[in-house]
């Protein structure tokens, strides 16, 4: 059985863009701590709760 049964392409089209922005977290709070920079790191905590609410609103 494969885990797409049952999702349409834009259940998987949303996954896809909460993934991209939680992965998107990882080089953006890196380089805010390393240029120490609080806009980055403002800017990684805002993709990541996007893609966290992404995730529980739009539950299939």
């Given at each position: 059985?494969?885990r797409y049964?049952?999702?349409?392409?834009?259940?998987?089209?949303?996954?896809?863009?909460?993934?991209?922005?939680?992965?998107?977290?990882?080089?953006?709070?890196?380089?805010?701590?390393?240029?120490?920079?609080m806009w980055?790191?403002?800017?990684?905590?805002?993709?990541?709760?996007?893609?966290?609410?992404?995730?529980?609103?739009?539950?299939?």
């Open positions: 059985m494969n049964d049952g999702r349409t392409s834009a259940d998987r089209r949303v996954r896809r863009v909460s993934v991209a922005l939680a992965a998107a977290v990882v080089p953006v709070g890196t380089l805010g701590v390393v240029a120490d920079s980055l790191l403002g800017a990684a905590a805002w993709l990541l709760i996007v893609a966290f609410l992404m995730e529980l609103v739009y539950r299939p």
